[in-house]
């Protein structure tokens, strides 16, 4: 089945309804897939994730046009992009072959995800091979969580100094290493060399999410009991009022403890924070647009009813120390922003157009996925013109100029694959 590579192809994405998902009305994720065409919004269900992309484990489907009107056929993204593979641009598919290289999702989150990180190409090829059915493919997974409401995450170790305070503060993490172990913390400097600060960080990690859950129930149990009293006459930081929220989701979980020693990030609308490969992360609270590498895959440790992986998670991260950098995007426009993290897979940007206005996405070298979260309009290429308004989802084509134009106000969040991938300097060979 051929296609011309002009136009614009509407796609009918899936739901994820995993229990950390807002619940029924309250999910922008829930109303998304709704207007999507999906199923009528349950309001005891929990909707999590709306998947935009290729991946086996939450395909998109294209709406092929017919030549008579009518809804047309659906075909899955990935068969319909191995089919027409000039879709996406000769320096895509030169680089990731026939498929999507990005996959892109919204998410309503209610209360914490897990503790996890993401492997790197290499360890993602050995644990997809060992355990296939958890590790569901060989990619690597960055990604990028741009805030739609206030958003809260934990992120990647905190400081040095920080580290300390923690060790002095929270007696319970100390009972749990053991004093040795914490003394080695509490003896670290910047002039250490850094595999060292690494060392030793790495190892009091380990020691903590290795705890037995006898031991591990009775301390946190202690935990809660101090905080409360402590209550009762002064106020908690936020650390410490994240934590008892953390130890209501997650009973007597290990993640609740291993909070202290992560960054706590609070997002404002329109702010992004992306992960690396290997970096230790949670999602708390709030919505956001997230985009990563084409992949599913995830190694958990904490704060999680699911398969949990403690000695792949403590040997695969990095123990980079502190706080991690926050995108406030680019302006592109006076209606756009761009947000390019130092991944080749994707980038995102955030459209914002009042009522009767107008903006243009010049054409690009690889594909782009567009999705409508609010309001009404049009999008329109040189031969081709669609009515959107919000829950529709378009994929474009490469090097295809895109005007878009609002009827009532319209918020349009587009993901593509990074705008420096295309420079030149990027395929220069070296002398």
């Known amino acids: ?22 619940v029924g009305k309250e999910s922008s994720v829930a109303w998304l897939h709704a207007k999507n065409g999906g199923e009528v919004v349950r309001d005891d269900d929990p909707y999590a994730e709306f998947w935009m992309g290729s991946h086996d484990s939450g395909p998109s489907y294209v709406v092929v046009p017919v030549a008579n009107g009518g809804s047309g056929d659906l075909v899955s993204l990935k068969e319909w992009i191995e089919r027409n593979p000039a879709v996406l641009g000769d320096e895509v598919l030169r680089k990731w072959g026939p498929d ?8 309503s989150v209610a209360k914490a995800l897990s503790i ?16 296939p059915e958890v590790y569901k493919d060989d990619n690597h997974k960055p990604e990028m969580a741009l805030a739609v409401t206030q958003f809260e995450a934990l992120c990647g170790f ?24 914490a003394d080695q913390v509490l003896h670290m400097s910047k002039q250490d060399g850094e595999k060292n600060r690494k060392g030793v ?24 009991s101090r905080l409360t009293r402590k209550r009762e006459v002064t106020e908690l930081t936020d650390k410490e009022q994240l934590v008892l929220k953390l130890e209501n989701q997650y009973p007597g979980d290990i993640g609740v403890l291993a909070a202290f020693l992560l960054n706590y990030v609070k997002l404002n609308p329109g702010e992004a924070l992306y992960l690396g490969a290997n970096e230790p992360h949670a999602y708390i609270f709030g919505e ?22 403690v000695q792949t998670l403590c040997s695969m991260l990095t123990y980079k120390q502190g706080f991690p950098e926050i995108l406030y995007g680019v302006v592109s426009n006076p209606f756009t922003r761009k947000y390019i993290p130092p991944f080749d897979e994707f980038e995102v940007d955030q459209c914002i157009l009042p009522q009767e206005t107008s903006t243009v996405f010049p054409a690009v070298p690889g594909p782009s996925i567009f999705v409508v979260m609010a309001g009404a309009g049009t999008l329109c290429t040189a031969s081709s013109e669609e009515c ?27 993901a593509g694959v990074n705008s420096h991938f295309f420079e030149p300097s990027h395929f220069a060979v070296p002398n």
């Open 1 to 22: 089945m051929g296609t011309e590579n002009q136009g614009i192809f509407r796609l009918k994405c899936c739901v994820k309804n995993y229990d950390w998902g807002r």
């Open 116 to 131: 996890q990180a993401h492997p790197d190409k290499d360890l993602a090829a050995i644990l997809h091979k060992q355990q």
């Open 158 to 181: 905190v400081g040095i100094e920080e580290l300390k305070r923690v060790l002095h503060d929270v007696p319970e993490i100390v009972e749990v290493v053991g004093s040795p172990c």
């Open 100 to 107: 999507l290289p990005f996959l892109f999702k919204v998410l």
């Open 388 to 414: 959107i308004t919000e829950g529709d989802v378009l994929f474009i084509p490469a090097n295809i100029e895109i005007t878009a134009a609002s009827t009532s106000g319209m918020n349009l969040y587009r």
């Open 201 to 224: 960080l790495q190892t009091l990690f380990t020691e903590l999410m290795s705890v037995n859950k006898a031991t591990i129930s009775d301390v946190i149990s202690n935990l809660i």
């Open 288 to 309: 956001c647009v997230e985009c990563m590498a084409t992949s599913d895959n995830v190694v958990r440790a904490g704060l999680t009813p699911k398969h949990r992986d």
